[in-house]
């Protein structure tokens, strides 16, 4: 298997990939994609199921993605992943898209249906409801909740997933506001408890938003780089703060440093990542996931890229 195929090869697929075993019928598309630790994840859950199939990353950029999704069905696939920058574009290619979609305005799971339908669903919402909960042993609709990043693609799936869940209370940060008047406008619509928007995003305004919230969610990018600084001062977390970086590596992240020196408890995106596939892999194939498999390839690939 290449470590990434293009949309060239799409166009080709039955030739380039003639010769791989299992066939190559589930992907994640991203642009860029090298990077994506799910084919380690669902390769491994694959051969633990006993399925005859093989998981790629396809790298597709986002003028091609229209015509890549509807090569799909001719080409055999099952279903694949969306990530960045591809998930507002792959819902408004789906045939059918779910509640979760809807909300989160963007697709990151899609299933093929054996009409050759595109069929689109979100797991980023209930990916990060399971792993706050294993990770940090809350509840998130009990959670005061303030969500760093909610501008942006992750950042609003998330901020529409804790709307629809009913969290107690919600901050939406974001650097830039003119991102957030869709989603303020979109969570508007369906929550009915209090709402507010941070501007601008600076120490003073955080320290006040952090008065009144028990739980961080940081959607935004600050902490992909081992030397960004975090996207919240330690001098601004409380013991009692909770923080979830949905930024996924085996080390600790920028915010998650940053929870240690103020004697916080966090965790990092590895436990989202996990959930979400697991979802996929259940709406893929209707039967339980594997999910201890799951945990140790993805774990195991974090701490392979982090020594590398």
Not at 168 to 196: C, D, G, T, W
Not at 211 to 228: A, E, R, W
Not at 263 to 288: P, T, V
């Given at each position: 298997m290449?470590p990434v195929?293009?949309?060239?090869d799409?166009e080709?697929?039955?030739?380039?990939?003639?010769?791989?075993?299992?066939?190559l019928?589930?992907?994640?598309?991203?642009?860029p994609?090298a990077?994506?630790?799910?084919?380690?994840?669902?390769n491994?859950?694959?051969?633990?199921?006993g399925?005859?199939?093989?998981?790629?990353?396809?790298?597709?950029?986002?003028?091609?993605?229209?015509?890549?999704l509807?090569?799909l069905?001719?080409?055999?696939f099952?279903g694949?992943?969306?990530?960045?920058?591809?998930?507002?574009?792959?819902?408004?290619?789906?045939?059918e898209?779910d509640?979760?979609?809807?909300?989160?305005g963007?697709?990151n799971t899609?299933?093929?249906?054996?009409?050759?339908?595109?069929?689109?669903?979100?797991?980023?919402?209930l990916?990060?409801?399971r792993?706050?909960?294993?990770?940090?042993?809350?509840?998130?609709?009990?959670m005061?909740v303030?969500?760093?990043?909610?501008?942006?693609?992750?950042?609003h799936?998330?901020?529409?997933h804790?709307?629809s869940?009913?969290?107690r209370?919600l901050v939406?940060v974001?650097?830039?506001?003119?991102?957030?008047?869709?989603?303020?406008?979109?969570?508007s619509?369906?929550?009915?408890?209090?709402?507010q928007l941070?501007?601008p995003?600076n120490?003073?305004?955080l320290?006040?938003?952090l008065?009144?919230?028990d739980l961080?969610?940081n959607c935004?990018s600050?902490?992909?780089?081992?030397d960004?600084?975090?996207?919240i001062?330690a001098?601004?977390?409380?013991?009692?703060?909770?923080?979830?970086?949905?930024?996924?590596t085996?080390?600790?992240?920028?915010?998650?440093r940053?929870?240690?020196?103020?004697?916080?408890?966090?965790?990092?995106?590895?436990s989202?990542?996990l959930?979400?596939?697991a979802?996929?892999?259940?709406?893929?194939?209707?039967r339980?996931?594997p999910?201890?498999?799951?945990r140790?390839?993805?774990?195991?690939q974090?701490?392979t890229?982090?020594?590398?």
């Amino acid at each position: 298997m290449k470590p990434v195929y293009t949309f060239a090869d799409l166009e080709a697929w039955e030739t380039v990939t003639a010769d791989e075993r299992p066939p190559l019928r589930l992907a994640v598309l991203g642009d860029p994609v090298a990077h994506s630790f799910s084919p380690q994840m669902h390769n491994a859950a694959l051969r633990a199921s006993g399925l005859d199939v093989g998981y790629c990353r396809l790298h597709i950029q986002p003028e091609e993605l229209s015509a890549a999704l509807h090569l799909l069905p001719k080409k055999g696939f099952i279903g694949v992943n969306c990530t960045i920058p591809h998930k507002a574009g792959a819902l408004a290619a789906m045939d059918e898209v779910d509640d979760h979609a809807q909300l989160a305005g963007g697709v990151n799971t899609i299933r093929i249906s054996k009409e050759g339908q595109l069929q689109g669903f979100s797991t980023d919402g209930l990916g990060l409801e399971r792993a706050v909960a294993e990770d940090l042993g809350v509840d998130l609709h009990d959670m005061r909740v303030l969500v760093l990043g909610a501008g942006g693609g992750a950042g609003h799936a998330v901020s529409m997933h804790c709307a629809s869940a009913g969290v107690r209370f919600l901050v939406l940060v974001n650097r830039s506001m003119e991102k957030l008047h869709p989603v303020h406008e979109a969570i508007s619509a369906i929550y009915p408890r209090e709402l507010q928007l941070l501007q601008p995003w600076n120490d003073k305004a955080l320290a006040k938003a952090l008065d009144s919230s028990d739980l961080v969610i940081n959607c935004s990018s600050l902490g992909m780089k081992p030397d960004d600084p975090s996207p919240i001062p330690a001098s601004l977390i409380a013991p009692r703060h909770l923080l979830f970086d949905t930024i996924y590596t085996a080390d600790r992240t920028p915010l998650m440093r940053a929870a240690d020196a103020a004697g916080a408890r966090s965790a990092n995106g590895l436990s989202m990542l996990l959930y979400q596939g697991a979802i996929s892999f259940e709406m893929w194939f209707q039967r339980h996931a594997p999910l201890e498999v799951m945990r140790k390839a993805l774990f195991e690939q974090a701490h392979t890229r982090l020594s590398a």
